[in-house]
């Protein structure tokens, strides 16, 4: 994060492309997030919301342009950039056959570091999850697994968070305390890219809405000018005329 | 230091979880065995043929029951996606590869004491006498057989035909190998002395130095896909 101010975008990409053989899946992506900045990406399935975050994430590499993050650019910087940044994708990246703790423990340990047990309690009970440290993740539901999920990203200490679908497999309660979380993260000065389906209160997390179709952005604008209705109208719209 | 710990993460992760799902373990002892009840059967009470064949059976056991667990070394990371996990933490990927090929070495050492026991108990067959050298070259030769079984695991865990893909590509890799496992067994169960087979185990460290630097040197490539 070197000669980075408060200001400066945590995520930039400009003139991103990438293809599958001869499937185009982004075609010019342009996309700032700045600190404390939440941006909901929405769009169809296939419309490349999960490629860009891969991309995001130096899972994936570009065809074209530039993605970087915190100043570190993804393909030639990954190293550096797996540093600041959090995944939370489909797979938990979780080991079903560990507790909660131990799942904690490997992730501290292979990130080079000494794992501490009551930091690492601590860290459950931030995540709701502190009574069920001994048990096996086998034995946990899908949303106690995506709370897992997310008490590992924290062992981190990342200052982006990628998130692909976030709510999904989450009841009222646990979504609130997603909601929370993430509201928690950009105030500390984090910036949120959130790939989602979702278009209803899950949206209230976002500061920023962008839509994705056919690998282009096609609608950016600030979640607090858009009701829910008009959410759900452009979002029927954009994706409609994109196909 | 960083590299030790990250290491042993991954052997202590894996040792913790096939203690508890016991999956590969029991897959392998089952396999081995049934491979020495189907020796037994077709030999019978042969000592002549026995003994010739011996070197063979033994490490055709440790090898077929080793490319069972060597396959499944990172199906594990398969699962929940953990080996993009393992991808997006930085640090040195060899740590990785190390820690794997520890715990696969493990799981032959484990597999070798076995089939060796039911060899014994099975065909009586005195390996004793034979012992001090006949380690040396189950270590070597399991370093080796582990060495690439480790590498290959990674490269086709990801791969649709995974299990028939596995053998082909590590088998013709290891002939080196096996050649020299085999031939030096041969002659410290006929009662050699360690010093004749002093060119065998020359090829066997060479080539445990080649596939373990090989595997270090391109495991992060791989893993990066």
């Known amino acids: 994060m070197i000669g980075l101010t408060t200001s400066d975008p945590l995520i930039q990409v400009s003139g991103l492309r990438k293809a599958y053989?001869?499937?185009?899946?982004?075609?010019?992506?342009?996309?700032?997030?700045?600190?404390?900045?939440?941006?909901?990406?929405?769009?169809?399935?296939?419309?490349?919301?999960?490629?860009?975050?891969?991309?995001?994430?130096?899972?994936?590499?570009?065809?074209?342009?530039t993605a970087t993050i915190a100043g570190h650019d993804c393909?030639?910087?990954a190293e550096r950039v797996r540093g600041v940044v959090g995944l939370l994708a489909?797979?938990?990246?979780?080991?079903?056959?560990?507790?909660?703790?131990?799942?904690?423990?490997?992730?501290?340990?292979?990130?080079?570091?000494?794992?501490?047990?009551?930091?690492?309690?601590?860290?459950?009970?931030?995540?709701?999850?502190?009574?069920?440290?001994?048990?096996?993740?086998?034995?946990?539901?899908a949303?106690?697994?995506?709370?897992?999920?997310?008490?590992r990203l924290l062992l981190g200490q990342p200052r982006v968070l990628l998130l692909d679908e976030p709510f999904s497999s989450l009841d009222q309660r646990a979504r609130k305390w997603v909601e929370h979380y993430l509201e928690g993260f950009t105030a500390g000065g984090g910036a949120i890219l959130m790939a989602t389906h979702a278009l209803g209160r899950e949206l209230d997390v976002a500061t920023r809405l962008v839509i994705l179709a056919n690998g282009r952005i096609?609608?950016?604008?600030?979640?607090?000018?858009?009701?829910?209705?008009?959410?759900?109208?452009?979002?029927?719209?954009?994706?409609?005329?994109?196909? | 230091m960083s590299f030790a710990r990250r290491t042993f993460a991954v052997v202590w992760k894996d040792v913790v979880v096939e203690r508890r799902s016991k999956e590969t373990v029991t897959a392998v002892l089952f396999f081995s065995v049934l491979l020495l009840f189907?020796?037994?059967?077709?030999?019978?009470?042969?000592?002549?043929?026995?003994?010739?064949?011996?070197?063979?059976?033994?490490?055709?056991?440790?090898?077929?029951?080793?490319?069972?667990?060597?396959?499944?070394?990172?199906?594990?990371?398969?699962?929940?996606?953990?080996?993009?996990?393992?991808?997006?933490?930085?640090?040195?990927?060899?740590a990785v590869y190390v820690g794997k090929l520890l715990g696969n070495?493990?799981?032959?050492?484990?597999?070798?004491?076995?089939?060796?026991?039911?060899?014994?108990?099975?065909?009586?067959v005195d390996v004793a006498r034979a012992m001090p050298g006949l380690l040396?070259?189950?270590?070597?030769?399991?370093?080796?057989?582990?060495?690439?079984?480790?590498?290959?695991?990674?490269?086709?865990?990801?791969?649709?035909?995974?299990?028939?893909?596995?053998?082909?590509?590590?088998?013709?890799?290891?002939?080196?190998?096996?050649?020299?496992?085999?031939?030096?067994?041969?002659?410290?169960?006929?009662?050699q002395p360690l010093g004749s087979v002093d060119h065998w185990l020359k090829l066997l460290v060479a080539a445990d130095v080649i596939y373990v630097v090989a595997g270090l040197l391109t495991f992060d490539v791989l893993l990066e896909g």
């Open chain 1, 143 to 151: 949303g106690m697994k995506r709370r897992l999920s997310l008490a």
């Open chain 2, 38 to 94: 189907v020796f037994e059967f077709t030999l019978g009470g042969d000592r002549d043929r026995l003994t010739g064949v011996l070197p063979g059976l033994l490490w055709l056991a440790v090898l077929l029951a080793g490319l069972l667990g060597l396959g499944r070394s990172f199906v594990l990371e398969r699962d929940n996606d953990c080996w993009e996990a393992l991808l997006l933490t930085p640090g040195d990927k060899g």
């Open chain 2, 136 to 191: 040396l070259v189950l270590l070597l030769g399991t370093l080796g057989i582990a060495a690439v079984g480790t590498l290959f695991g990674a490269m086709t865990a990801h791969v649709r035909a995974r299990e028939l893909l596995f053998p082909v590509l590590l088998l013709p890799v290891l002939v080196p190998v096996l050649l020299a496992i085999v031939k030096s067994t041969d002659a410290l169960l006929a009662g």
């Open chain 1, 21 to 65: 053989g001869t499937t185009l899946v982004l075609d010019g992506v342009d996309l700032v997030v700045r600190p404390g900045e939440a941006v909901g990406l929405l769009g169809p399935n296939g419309a490349g919301k999960t490629t860009l975050l891969k991309i995001l994430a130096t899972v994936a590499r570009p065809a074209r342009g």
């Open chain 2, 105 to 124: 070495l493990l799981l032959m050492g484990l597999v070798e004491v076995i089939v060796l026991a039911l060899f014994t108990l099975f065909m009586n």
């Open chain 1, 90 to 141: 489909h797979g938990t990246h979780l080991y079903d056959d560990l507790t909660a703790l131990e799942n904690l423990t490997f992730w501290t340990r292979f990130a080079g570091r000494r794992p501490d047990p009551d930091a690492l309690r601590a860290v459950l009970a931030e995540v709701e999850l502190d009574d069920c440290a001994e048990a096996r993740v086998r034995t946990f539901s």
């Open chain 1, 75 to 77: 393909a030639r910087e």
């Open chain 1, 218 to 243: 096609i609608l950016d604008a600030p979640r607090g000018a858009l009701g829910a209705d008009e959410i759900h109208r452009l979002y029927a719209l954009h994706t409609e005329e994109a196909s």
